[in-house]
């Protein structure tokens, strides 16, 4: 990206996980399809949701009872990884042309790149982070919890005072990429463990695990970082860091039409459940 470029940025209101995937789903469709520019997404979730990788087996460790009685939601996502519970975040997603992205063609060079953005963003907050090189650093392995994101630190990911701060994944269609992450704001940074059926006394160890591996924006920054402020150090840090323009837009009417045909999809218990 050696040109300053022109993207949309969308700011999304707050929305159930069927439509926060089925809308970067149609986005990947609409860049596929040549309808629209780069764009970068932000968004949140409401009611909260606990989402699994694309390849993620919804297996018996999944405690489905409990996340409905809390009202939260259960999708799958088009992208890889592990379960992860969406609340009190900001989540990005960017889709882009793999040729507009520098050693896009690569899935970590072009991780690499974006992941510029956010670490240019987090850095207006204050918060200092890495996305440590795998070729020399040893993978942080989720050690008793395979089934949860935020356990382990892939190539995309991003670390702060070596606990994971930014989870990211791809998927890619025709030469376009859809890569999305999350940055948890707030909270309990191991409450994903309460939705998982473990005995009590393993529960707890792994929640100890869990919070040594991972953090929130607010744990590590000593104070509440709400979505407007984080989304806007976003905006600016992936301006500033790709040497982009971000014009506020909307979603074309294709891309709304895609979206709800594809929220049915990510409704069903077919995509939900079956891996």
């Known amino acids: 990206m050696t040109d300053r470029t022109v993207w949309r940025l969308i700011l999304s209101a707050p929305a159930d996980g069927a439509w926060n995937m089925a809308v970067d789903e149609a986005m990947l469709e609409a860049g596929v399809a040549g309808l629209i520019r780069p764009t970068l997404r932000l968004y949140a979730w409401q009611p909260p949701a606990v989402s699994l990788g694309f390849f993620q087996p919804l297996d018996n ?28 975040e900001l989540t990005y997603s960017v889709v882009v042309p793999e040729e507009l992205v520098e050693n896009g063609r690569s899935v970590m060079g072009s991780y690499r790149t974006l992941s510029r953005g956010i670490e240019a963003g987090l850095g207006l907050l204050g918060l ?30 991003m670390v702060a005072g070596g606990r994971k701060i930014v989870g990211s994944a791809q998927t890619r269609r025709l030469g376009v990429v859809l890569q999305h992450g999350t940055l948890p704001l707030t909270g309990d940074i191991t409450r994903l463990v309460s939705y998982l059926r473990l005995p009590e006394a393993e529960r707890e160890l792994l929640r100890g695990k869990l919070a040594a591996r991972a953090t929130t924006l607010e744990a590590v920054l000593g104070r509440p970082i709400g979505f407007d402020e984080a989304a806007r150090a976003m905006r600016a840090g992936f301006a500033a860091a790709l040497r982009l323009e971000l014009e506020e837009s909307r979603l074309t009417p294709q891309e709304e039409a895609w979206a709800a045909e594809l929220r049915a999809r990510y409704l069903s218990s077919e995509w939900n459940e079956a891996r």
């Open 61 to 88: 460790r999944i405690d489905l009872a409990e996340i409905a009685a809390r009202g939260f939601g259960l999708v799958r996502r088009p992208s890889g990884g592990r379960a992860i519970l969406h609340k009190d």
């Open 128 to 157: 200092g982070v890495e996305m440590p090189d795998r070729r020399h650093a040893p993978r942080m392995k989720a050690a008793g919890l395979p089934t949860v994101c935020f356990a382990a630190s892939a190539g995309g990911d």
